[in-house]
T-cell receptor
Framework: EAQVTQNPRYLITVTGKKLTVTCSQN?????MSWYRQDPGLGLRQIYY???????DKGDVPEGYKVSRKEKRNFPLILESPSPNQTSLYFC????????????FGSGTQLSVL | AQKITQTQPGMFVQEKEAVTLDCTYD???????LFWYKQPSSGEMIFLIY??????QNATEGRYSLNFQKARKSANLVISASQLGDSAMYFC???????????????FGSGTQLTVLP
């Protein structure tokens, strides 16, 4: 089944404790991205990747890192999480960055205390 | 400036009636795509419908249609014969083919919470 798999689904952590949210897709998509969703703001892009070893900042990259060592995986890293990073996070992928639909993971609800 | 504007934070509709969710966008790029996604209370994002800026006809997918008015820069979603399962948050999004300063990305509106009443 074609899908984007994100883990974990829920995560509660404390300020400053490094964490990684994993994202994997099985559709051989070139384009992957991370979004955060906050009430009243919709989804905002954090980082995206056009292909292996090619990543770039989205609209809200501060406090986040990503890597794309393999085509299928695109982890999101929070080196020192802060409470303002409490949010719902989505990983998404598409065949390219053209006008194909994005496939979304099921989301990760992160709470930073 | 907001690229995607959804002016209705919440909407109510009676079951079996049609409802229109508003979306306006702002771009100077002549080539772009418009998308609608549904997010039920379970949280996943479900793709509904796509309209390309050069498409001559309005897109339709089952009970969903996109009322595309290019000159007015609007891309309203019409849901016909509403069902209780249509209760969800709905997001309009746009992707420009030639953005300034960055690669193409999907830009989302703030969403409209639709509630279907029995």
């Amino acid at each position: 089944e074609a899908q984007v798999t994100q883990n974990p689904r829920y995560l509660i952590t404390v300020t400053g404790k490094k964490l990684t949210v994993t994202c994997s897709q099985n559709m051989n998509h070139e384009y992957m991205s991370w979004y955060r969703q906050d009430p009243g703001l919709g989804l905002r892009q954090i980082y995206y990747s056009m292909n292996v070893e090619v990543t770039d900042k989205g609209d809200v990259p501060e406090g986040y890192k990503v890597s794309r060592k393999e085509k299928r995986n695109f982890p999101l890293i929070l080196e020192s999480p802060s409470p303002n990073q409490t949010s719902l996070y989505f990983c998404a992928s598409s065949l390219s960055d053209g006008n194909e639909k994005l496939f979304f993971g099921s989301g990760t609800q992160l709470s930073v205390l | 400036a907001q690229k995607i504007t959804q002016t209705q934070p919440g909407m109510f509709v009676q079951e079996k009636e049609a409802v229109t969710l508003d979306c306006t966008y702002d771009t100077s790029d002549p080539s772009y795509g418009l998308f609608w996604y549904k997010q039920p209370s379970s949280g996943e994002m479900i793709f509904l419908i796509y309209q390309g800026s050069y498409d001559q006809q309005n897109a339709t997918e089952g009970r969903y249609s996109l009322n595309f008015q290019k000159a007015r820069k609007s891309a309203n979603l019409v849901i016909s014969a509403s069902q209780l399962g249509d209760s969800a948050m709905y997001f309009c999004a746009m992707r420009e083919d030639h953005p300034t300063g960055s690669a193409r990305q999907l830009t989302f509106g703030s969403g409209t919470q639709l509630t279907v009443l029995p």
